[in-house]
């Protein structure tokens, strides 16, 4: 089966939205939640010299992040209607509105906090990697938007031998030990390891889909 995934360069990203903002228009989405979302991550101190002055020891970057159409995603092996499956040729996280009775359990059970429940609804809505575009032979909207060109989309095998260099995971995205996600991340200078506790979200209330 291809497992299709997305790549993405932190080097690149300026944390401008345009991909978030592309996804919010193409689906549609409410100004509440989002598919994509931009992490502002940021953290450090000062040093004092001692003699008057101080060097900064401080970090800032951007993480893009979407569903990240695990290898064993949780969502799927949690939901009680069967309403998300991997498709088949693709790997994609699909999800079914029929099944769908809005219970949230997708939404508690990812770590990385993709899915969520669309209150006027009553059904979980998820990014799908734009499964309708790709049918198209087209690209997910995000990374057609991208200005920096900081994401791409494939085969995550494909993916990760054209860029060797990248990692699975970076602050403050969760540790990638549980579900395997099909990413891979050029990690920035300043990037922190998955589980770090010397920076924070500095836009909490952007990425918190609710």
């Known amino acids: 089966m291809t497992q299709y995934g997305f790549y993405f360069d932190s080097t ?29 991550y940021e953290g450090g101190d000062w040093t004092d010299n001692g003699d008057g002055t101080f060097t900064p020891a401080t970090f800032a970057y951007h993480v893009s992040a979407a569903c990240n159409h695990c290898a064993a995603p949780a969502c799927v092996a ?20 029929e099944k769908c009775i809005g219970c949230a359990t997708c939404v508690n059970s990812c770590p990385y906090e993709v899915p969520v429940v669309d209150t006027e609804l009553m059904k979980s809505r998820k990014c799908d990697g734009c499964s309708a575009r790709l049918a198209e032979d087209k ?3 995000c990374v057609e938007a991208c200005p920096l060109r900081a994401l791409e989309f494939g085969d995550i095998d494909e993916l990760r031998a054209a860029h060797p260099e990248a990692v699975d995971g970076i602050a403050p995205l969760a540790a990638p030990d549980a579900t395997t996600p099909s990413v891979a991340i050029l990690a920035c200078p300043a990037a922190k390891e998955p589980g770090d506790t010397t920076g924070t979200i500095a836009n909490p209330k952007e990425v918190a889909n609710a």
């Open 139 to 141: 690209q997910p909207i």
């Open 12 to 40: 690149r990203c300026t944390g401008c939205r345009t991909c978030e903002m592309a996804c919010k228009d193409y689906n549609d989405l409410p100004a509440t939640y989002a598919f994509r979302r931009v992490y502002d």
């Open 78 to 97: 949690n939901c009680p209607q069967g309403a998300l499956d991997k498709d088949p040729d693709t790997g994609l996280v699909l999800h079914d509105d």
